[in-house]
Structure formats: C-alpha cells, structure tokens
C-alpha cells in the first residue's frame, strides 16, 4: 500500500474507508440498477434528465433504509 502505517492506524483513515465505502456503493447501484453504465441516450437534455431522476430514485432508496420506513432489501 501506499499508505505508511502510521497514517493507516488513525481513526481520520478509518472513517474516511467508510465514507468512500458508501460513496462507492451508491455510484454502482447508478450505475447497473439505474442503467448508467450503458446509455441508450445521445442529446444532453435527455441524459441530464436520465441521471436527475436515476440520482433521486438512489437518494429516495437511501433515505428509505436511513428513516427506516422502507427496508430496500428483502429478509
């Protein structure tokens, strides 16, 4: 790793794992369940009107789980 061990032990570098962790997540679930990865769009309007709603279809997903109203997983 290119991190020195020091820095690795913190708690900064701990929770920055976690955080980038999340951050990861929500952009994989954009794009394969939201259909980023392969858009079938060519103008800017209608790509920008794509990820609009595909960003608020993650964020009401997220926020779901979050208030605990909504469970986005099956048990």
């Given at each position: 790793s290119a991190i020195d061990a020091r820095k690795a032990r913190g708690k900064g570098?701990?929770?920055?794992?976690?955080?980038?962790?999340?951050?990861?997540?929500?952009?994989?679930?954009?794009?394969?369940?939201?259909?980023l990865d392969k858009l079938p769009?060519?103008?800017l309007p209608?790509?920008?009107?794509?990820?609009?709603?595909?960003?608020?279809?993650y964020n009401l997903i997220?926020?779901?789980g979050i208030g605990e109203w909504w469970n986005p997983s099956p048990t």
């Open positions: 570098y701990a929770m920055s794992l976690q955080v980038r962790k999340r951050i990861e997540q929500g952009f994989g679930w954009i794009k394969t369940v939201g259909g769009l060519v103008s209608k790509v920008r009107g794509w990820v609009t709603w595909t960003f608020a279809a997220r926020l779901g």
